[in-house]
């Protein structure tokens, strides 16, 4: 029988005992096609990742100023209107006029788009702004001049030109809007709220 360590060398190799480690190349190979493997594998999960936060992304980078498909919003929501203040009647006689935003939803970007509605009204040089939506179901608050008020036909709810409620039906007064007259330019933080409760709460 012949002894395992007497067996000669076989060709090719620097070491034939069974007993010896692999060569350093060949540890450097696996460890290298492990790598571009994992590197491989990580390339989708980033371009799917990028695909998902893409809305974030972009959110975040356009929440600025500027303006955007013929929209000027500031950096804290104001909107630039389209009426210029000295445009407005001096008698209080209400005006409503159509707000227009930029709508992004996931990842389609509607630009200069109507959000909403809003009532509103100079008196001494100091203007005023309502939301048209009624605070009790939601329709839409309309200004009679021969009663001199605003009216909600859905319900009968009323209002003074304050927007003061002048009867039981509506659970609050018309919801007024933060609004920034800047030289000549109307600019309105535009918001909705809830409606049917006695607090003023934004959705």
């Known amino acids: 029988m012949t002894d395992h360590a007497q067996l000669p060398p076989e060709s090719g190799g620097p070491c034939s005992d069974c007993h010896c480690e692999p060569p350093r190349r060949s ?9 571009l493997g994992a590197l491989a594998g990580l390339i989708p999960v980033g371009i799917g990742g990028a695909f998902f936060l ?12 500027g303006s955007t498909g013929g929209v000027q919003k500031d950096e804290k929501g104001f909107i630039k209107m389209a009426i210029a203040a000295d445009a407005l009647p001096n008698d209080g006689m209400p005006q409503k006029f159509t ?11 509607s630009p200069n788009q109507p959000v909403g509605s809003v009532w509103l009204r100079k008196i001494n040089n100091q203007i005023i702004a309502f939301n048209v939506t009624c ?21 009968t709810s009323a209002f003074d030109l304050d927007g003061k409620k002048l009867n039981a039906i509506p659970p609050r007064d018309m919801d007024s809007l933060e ?7 109307i600019w309105i933080k535009y918001q909705n709220f809830q409606g049917a409760t006695g607090e003023k709460v934004p959705v």
Do not use: M
């Not at 893409?54 to 100023?65: F, H, Q, T, V, W």
């Not at 609004?179 to 330019?185: A, F, P, S, T, W």
């Open 135 to 155: 605070p009790h179901l939601g329709c839409a608050v309309e200004h009679r001049s021969a009663q001199g008020d605003f009216y909600c036909p859905c319900h």
């Open 54 to 65: 893409d809305p974030l992304i972009r959110k975040r980078s356009g929440g600025g100023g």
């Open 179 to 185: 609004l920034d007259v800047r030289g000549n330019e």
């Open 99 to 109: 707000v227009f935003d930029d709508i992004i939803n996931a990842w389609n970007k």
């Open 27 to 35: 540890f450097l190979t696996k460890f290298l096609a492990g790598a």
